[in-house]
Every structure is written in structure tokens, then in C-alpha cells.
């Protein structure tokens, strides 16, 4: 798969092996979420180089220590001994065996490994660092694991760390750039790649050009789009994972609280499943209204975290029997008439994150009166504080400017101007495709 936007990366890992090669062993952690593209990136830095590739599995420790060390003794020629068949023993004795020759050991999916086990490398790195020659790259795809990892005086990455890399998806101008879209053409790849560069380069070597040209790909029996959600959704959550299926499709279908979802459910009580699905498997995020009073304080909404994956729920898992059946015509056709309702949320988040990524917008969110919103009038869409500045962005958002409503937008924003926004400069706007 061909890198989009990563030259800089690059760039810095490239160094990290120069410094290994040449001072003394590097540590580099690579965070982001699954799909990034964190692995492709490691993999393309370090292509000509002596390289061992460890990814942490669903094995014993066992069996997968006993592959690695297979590997590791294909590639240095030496025999690894048996007081180091696990994972910090293998890699102090890596360090050892660096000391003559430099090389990279990638570890893959490495908040899989228990916080002792960082504890443990942590120690032989300090004793082996200054006479040893490993470039050592750490890939992690939970943000929960990553902070565990440096965010605190007693984790223990803190200190050891030469470099640190966040990774997530394309910037959406970057997309765009890309891919040369503009308007629903544009939308429509946003709406089935989220921005990530492994499904925007299926997009780029299959030629799609048009709206069209996109549903008939992702809908073609060669696709690789409608295996992607249940491969994604089988490496986060693994087996056993109905129930967080099934939420996850409540909420894609239209169930944003968590009384409607436990409703769709049957009465299941979902509180810890949910809690889990934001902030160990980041697959949602809850969201509140920008302006929340004590009338809306507690209101909390659901939402599924990548627009691509919310377009696999929505108009292929949700019509399994019809994929299975091979009915692919059909569901493009669902897909195509579900359109203009689907479209708007993720137009939505094409604009928050152009603000968070252009405009350094220190606060962005919508504000609402209920879980219902039709309970107190429109919504707003997009409110935004930018940063060191009294200032409030106010903003609708549409497909078509024929598609706004002016007269209960520009009601809401008076309200809003005599209320919570009162000491504000209020920018109201309207956005649509157009400004894509």
C-alpha cells in the first residue's frame, strides 16, 4: 500500500535507526488507532533493514514467544537461550545480541502486553541502552494503553521514550488532495473510508472518480470494503462480542441514548458495555451539548467514532441476509436512497475536523435541548470557541443551501446571543457541500 501523507514520519523514524546505528539504542512508540496505518509506516521506514516484526496476538505467550524466537534466530544466526522465551527476556537478549550488530524490532499491537512486562523492559533497557545498538519501535492501538504507558511519573515509558508519534487519519484537506473529489463525490469517500489511509488507497487503485463510481466498488463482489467492518470489528473486540455488535448497530441505525439502545435491546442493561466501547475500544464517543444548563446537563448522546464504519453498520451488517444471499445491487440501491439522511452526520464531521485540524477550535460540538430534538426546536450543529478569543462559531449544516431553514436557525442563535453566548462575538453560518 502506497504511504499518503507520511513523508515527515518517515523522515524522523528514518533518523531513530541512524542514532540506533551510530549512538545507541532508540525507543520509538507508534500510537493511533487500528487502520492508521501504524504497521504500513514501520514497515516501509525500516524495508531494506535488518528487521524482526513481533505482533502481539491472541496466543498463549507460549506459542508466541516460541515464534518469535524462531524468527529472531533465522535472522542473527544465534541461538536464543531458554531463560529468555518470554517477551522482556527476548528482548533484553536482543539488546545483548544488538551490542555487535544494530537492527529494528518492531513490536505490533503492543497494549496487548501486561503492564509488568513493561516494567520488566523497561529496566534491562536502562542497563543495556548505552552499550547496545536496538531500535526498538512499539506499535499501539488503544489510546487508554498509550497513557498508561507515559502519561504518568510512575509509568514506565516515562523517561524512556526518544520519540513519539500519534498517528489517526488523513487530515480531511489531505483526503481531498488525494483523491481530487469535491462535493458529494468527496463526501461519499469520506462517508466509506473515515479518512484512513488503507481505505482511501482502495479508492485510489480502483479509479473512483464519482459518487456512483464509489457505491459500485464498495458494492462490487471483489470489494474489500465489505469484509472491512466485521475484520475491524473482530481484531478490537474479538470473539463473543454480540452484544457490542448490537449496540454498535443500534447506534448506527439511530439509537443515540442509552435508553433507546436498551429498548432496541430488550431491556439488556448496557452501561458497562458502553463504557468499555468508548474508552477501551474507542468504536464510540459520548458526546453533551455545548451550552448544557441544568435542564440538559445530564443528557448524553452516543456516536459511532469513524464515519466508515458507521456506513458499514448502517448498509451492509444491517443487511447481512441480503449480503449473504449476494443481493449486492439491492443494498447499493438502500444505500444509494439512504443518502441525504446518512450524508448529514458525516458532513457534520467533515467540518469539526477541518476546525480542529485548521483552526485550533479549542471547544466544537453541537447543542441540544433532549436526547429528541425536535422536543425544543432545531438543533445546532457545530458550536466552536476558538482558542485566546471571546469569539462563537454558530454554524448549520446542510447538503444544499435550498435545504436550510433560516428563520428557526436564525431564532436559535438570537436565543443563544441573549443566553449562554451573551458575552460573545456570535459568527452564525451555513455550511453544505459546496464548502467542502
Given at each position: 500500500?502506497?504511504?499518503?501523507e507520511?513523508?515527515?514520519e518517515?523522515t524522523?523514524l528514518g533518523?531513530?535507526l541512524?542514532?540506533?546505528?551510530?549512538?545507541s539504542?532508540?525507543m520509538?512508540?507508534l500510537?493511533?488507532?487500528h487502520?492508521c496505518?501504524?504497521?504500513?509506516?514501520a514497515a516501509e521506514?525500516?524495508?531494506?533493514?535488518?528487521?524482526?516484526y513481533?505482533?502481539?496476538g491472541?496466543k498463549t505467550?507460549?506459542l508466541?514467544?516460541?515464534?518469535w524466537?524462531?524468527?529472531a534466530e533465522?535472522?542473527?544466526?544465534?541461538?536464543?537461550?531458554g531463560?529468555a522465551h518470554?517477551v522482556?527476556?527476548?528482548?533484553d537478549?536482543?539488546m545483548y545480541?544488538?551490542?555487535k550488530e544494530p537492527?529494528t524490532l518492531?513490536?505490533?499491537?503492543?497494549q496487548?502486553l501486561?503492564?509488568k512486562?513493561f516494567s520488566?523492559i523497561?529496566?534491562?533497557?536502562r542497563?543495556?541502552?548505552n552499550?547496545?545498538?536496538?531500535?526498538?519501535?512499539?506499535?499501539?492501538?488503544?489510546?487508554?494503553r498509550?497513557?498508561?504507558?507515559t502519561?504518568?511519573d510512575?509509568?514506565?515509558?516515562v523517561g524512556?521514550?526518544d520519540?513519539?508519534?500519534?498517528?489517526?487519519?488523513?487530515k480531511?484537506e489531505?483526503?481531498k488532495?488525494h483523491?481530487g473529489?469535491?462535493?458529494e463525490?468527496?463526501?461519499?469517500a469520506?462517508?466509506?473510508t473515515?479518512?484512513m489511509?488503507y481505505?482511501?488507497?482502495w479508492?485510489?487503485?480502483?479509479?473512483c472518480?464519482?459518487?456512483?463510481?464509489?457505491l459500485?466498488?464498495?458494492f462490487s463482489?471483489?470489494?474489500p470494503f465489505l469484509r472491512?467492518?466485521?475484520?475491524?470489528l473482530?481484531?478490537?473486540?474479538?470473539?463473543?462480542?454480540?452484544?457490542y455488535?448490537s449496540?454498535?448497530q443500534?447506534i448506527?441505525?439511530?439509537?443515540?441514548?442509552?435508553s433507546?439502545m436498551?429498548?432496541?435491546?430488550?431491556?439488556v442493561?448496557?452501561?458497562?458495555?458502553l463504557?468499555?466501547?468508548?474508552t477501551?475500544y474507542?468504536?464510540i464517543?459520548?458526546?453533551?451539548p455545548?451550552?448544557?444548563?441544568?435542564?440538559?446537563r445530564?443528557?448524553?448522546r452516543?456516536?459511532?467514532?469513524d464515519p466508515a464504519l458507521?456506513?458499514w453498520l448502517?448498509h451492509v451488517?444491517?443487511?447481512?441476509?441480503?449480503y449473504?444471499?449476494g443481493?449486492?445491487?439491492?443494498?447499493?440501491?438502500a444505500?444509494a436512497?439512504?443518502?441525504a439522511?446518512?450524508?448529514h452526520g458525516?458532513?457534520?464531521?467533515w467540518?469539526?475536523?477541518?476546525f480542529?485540524?485548521?483552526?485550533?477550535?479549542r471547544?466544537?460540538?453541537g447543542?441540544w435541548s433532549s436526547?429528541?430534538?425536535g422536543?425544543?426546536?432545531?438543533?445546532?450543529d457545530?458550536?466552536g470557541?476558538p482558542?485566546?478569543?471571546?469569539?462563537a462559531?454558530v454554524?448549520?449544516?446542510?447538503l444544499?443551501?435550498?435545504?436550510?431553514k433560516?428563520?428557526p436557525f436564525l431564532g436559535?442563535v438570537?436565543?443563544l446571543?441573549?443566553?449562554?453566548l451573551k458575552e460573545y462575538?456570535?459568527d452564525a453560518?451555513?455550511?453544505t457541500?459546496?464548502d467542502?
Open positions: 500500500m502506497k504511504l499518503i507520511r513523508d515527515d518517515l524522523l533518523r531513530q541512524w542514532m540506533a546505528e551510530t549512538k539504542s532508540r520509538t512508540l500510537s493511533g488507532p487502520g496505518g501504524k504497521t504500513a509506516l521506514a525500516y524495508r531494506d533493514k535488518p528487521l524482526l513481533f505482533r502481539m491472541r505467550p507460549a508466541l514467544t516460541a515464534d524466537v524462531a524468527q533465522a535472522l542473527l544466526g544465534a541461538s536464543v537461550p531463560n518470554s522482556p527476556g527476548l528482548v537478549y536482543l545480541l544488538s551490542e537492527f518492531i513490536l505490533d499491537e503492543c496487548l501486561p503492564l512486562d520488566e523497561r529496566d534491562c533497557w542497563q543495556r541502552r552499550k547496545t545498538h536496538l531500535n526498538l519501535v512499539l506499535l499501539c492501538s488503544s489510546r487508554k498509550t497513557e498508561e504507558l502519561a504518568h510512575h509509568s514506565p515509558l524512556l521514550l520519540l513519539h508519534l500519534e498517528m489517526g487519519p488523513l480531511v489531505a483526503l488532495a483523491l473529489l469535491a462535493g463525490d468527496l463526501l461519499t469520506f462517508m466509506v473515515g479518512a489511509p481505505r482511501t488507497a479508492l485510489k487503485e480502483a479509479g472518480r464519482t459518487r456512483q463510481e464509489i459500485d466498488f464498495y463482489e471483489d470489494s472491512d467492518g466485521e475484520q475491524l473482530c481484531r478490537v473486540l474479538g470473539k463473543n462480542s454480540e452484544v455488535l449496540i454498535l443500534s448506527a441505525q439511530g439509537a443515540v441514548s442509552q433507546e436498551e429498548d432496541r435491546l430488550g431491556g442493561i448496557i452501561g458497562g458495555h463504557a468499555k466501547l468508548e477501551e474507542e468504536l464517543r459520548k458526546t453533551r455545548m451550552l448544557a444548563g441544568p435542564a440538559s445530564g443528557v448524553v452516543y456516536e459511532i467514532a458507521r456506513f448502517r451488517e444491517a443487511r447481512r441476509a441480503e449473504e444471499l443481493r449486492l445491487d439491492r443494498m447499493k440501491a444505500a436512497a439512504d443518502f439522511i446518512s450524508a458525516a458532513l457534520r464531521e467540518f469539526l475536523r477541518k480542529r485540524e485548521e483552526s485550533g477550535y471547544e466544537l460540538g447543542e436526547v429528541h430534538a422536543d425544543a426546536g432545531p438543533e445546532i457545530i458550536i470557541f482558542p485566546r478569543a471571546r469569539k462559531l454554524c448549520d449544516v446542510e444544499r443551501a435550498e435545504d436550510f433560516k428563520e436559535k438570537a436565543s446571543r441573549k443566553g449562554p462575538a456570535v453560518r451555513l455550511f457541500l459546496a467542502m
